[in-house]
């Protein structure tokens, strides 16, 4: 797992689908970002001021985030009119980066140039899955060789890539996400996101739901998969940056169905400890070790207990805790698990 504490500081700003000439079927960008109108160079320049003035580690960077929308599918002097607002703050050094998505089928040798030429530092593709089948039932619009073009023309260009992937979509299944997400290892992402399916208000997704031709992902099942997905990446030292959407007041307000869950990456990760602690448990018990103490860092407690409980409850069920010592410790790295 990788510990966030040097994660950079992002200013993000959203591009509410203006450069995206498609319609998802899973796509409600105003719900989700709960912002209606494009955002202005003004702004923009407004806003990077207002946060270097706020009190902040200066051991983290600073980055500006172009999210939602297609970014490089907007006309290329707005796209110069955004990116150019944030320059002067990049040549100061006050700015360390930008970083924006996009979409895969989005790319090119002269909108690269352009995204070179401003100082952007990271794109993110938007790949959500590697299944043709997947990407054609929920209208992607663009197939899983134009992922790897897209990888591999930002990569020979020195760009960092990221990869954004979606569990649950129409026609995906827990062994087309985890292919997906195999394929995505392949393409040697700089980090990764990955979300589940929500059924979100206007969108043909909605439409899909309310006439019983879709039916989302349960949490758990979402949970499982997502967990393994992360397992994954976390054995190829691929960070994860985000698992599950931004909570949020719009977001909420615009979600009809599916696995949704304001602390959805701590459901995951809680998994995921469950499984190493458990995993250590078996290790000493099958060793013959007697008066075992298991040793966690103190920041892990609620990583250990699970939401409700639920985590230790299903350790002390299976009698996994019986004459074990557990100790929070100071010196335990975060989401280490130790036994002596
Ligand atoms: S490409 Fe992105 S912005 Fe465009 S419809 Fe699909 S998800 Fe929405």
């Known amino acids: 797992m990788v510990d966030s504490n040097f994660a950079p500081y992002i200013l993000p700003f959203f591009i509410p689908h203006v450069g995206c000439p498609h319609q998802c079927v899973f796509c409600n960008q105003h719900g989700i970002a709960g912002v209606g109108q494009a955002v202005t160079p003004a702004q923009i320049s407004q806003e990077i001021k207002k946060m270097l003035q706020r009190p902040r580690d200066h051991?983290?960077?600073?980055?500006?985030?172009?999210?939602?929308?297609?970014?490089?599918?907007?006309?290329?002097?707005?796209?110069?009119?955004?990116?150019?607002?944030?320059?002067?703050?990049?040549?100061?050094?006050?700015?360390?980066?930008?970083?924006?998505?996009?979409?895969p089928d989005c790319l090119d040798g002269e909108r690269i140039s352009l995204l070179l030429e401003y100082g952007v530092s990271l794109v993110e593709i938007g790949v959500?899955?590697?299944?043709?089948?997947?990407?054609?039932?929920?209208?992607?619009?663009?197939?899983?060789?134009?992922?790897?073009?897209?990888?591999?023309?930002?990569?020979?260009?020195?760009l960092r890539v990221g990869g954004q992937l979606m569990v649950g979509l129409p026609g995906d299944t827990r062994r087309r996400s985890i292919d997906s997400c195999l394929g995505l290892i392949v393409l040697k992402p700089d980090c990764v996101r990955i979300y589940p399916t929500l059924v979100m208000v206007q969108t043909p997704?909605?439409?899909?739901?309310?006439?019983?031709?879709?039916?989302?992902?349960s949490l758990t099942?979402?949970?499982?998969?997502v967990a393994r997905m992360k397992e994954m990446l976390d054995h190829e030292s691929i960070p994860v940056i985000r698992m599950g959407l931004q909570a949020g007041e719009s977001l909420h307000e615009n979600i009809i169905a599916g696995p949704y869950h304001p602390a959805f990456g701590e459901l995951v990760l809680s998994r995921l400890?469950?499984?190493?602690?458990?995993?250590?448990?078996?290790?000493?018990?099958?060793?013959?070790?007697?008066?075992?103490?298991?040793?966690l860092s103190f920041r892990d407690q609620s990583?250990?207990?699970?939401?409700?409980?639920?985590?230790y409850l299903r350790l002390q069920a299976g009698g996994w805790l019986q004459d074990v010592e557990v100790c929070f410790s100071e010196t335990q790295p975060r989401f280490k698990v130790a036994v002596a």
Do not use: C
């Open 59 to 103: 051991n983290r960077t600073v980055q500006v985030a172009f999210y939602g929308g297609s970014f490089t599918g907007l006309d290329l002097s707005y796209q110069r009119n955004l990116l150019g607002a944030v320059s002067p703050f990049i040549r100061s050094g006050q700015v360390q980066g930008i970083r924006l998505s996009t979409r």
């Open 128 to 158: 959500q899955s590697l299944a043709g089948e997947v990407l054609q039932a929920s209208g992607r619009g663009h197939s899983p060789e134009q992922v790897s073009r897209a990888f591999s023309l930002l990569k020979e260009s020195g």
């Open 205 to 217: 997704l909605a439409d899909l739901y309310q006439a019983g031709l879709f039916k989302p992902w």
């Open 221 to 225: 099942k979402t949970v499982v998969v």
């Open 273 to 295: 400890f469950f499984k190493q602690v458990r995993r250590a448990l078996f290790e000493a018990v099958g060793s013959g070790k007697k008066g075992v103490r298991l040793i």
């Open 303 to 311: 990583l250990f207990m699970g939401l409700k409980k639920e985590n």
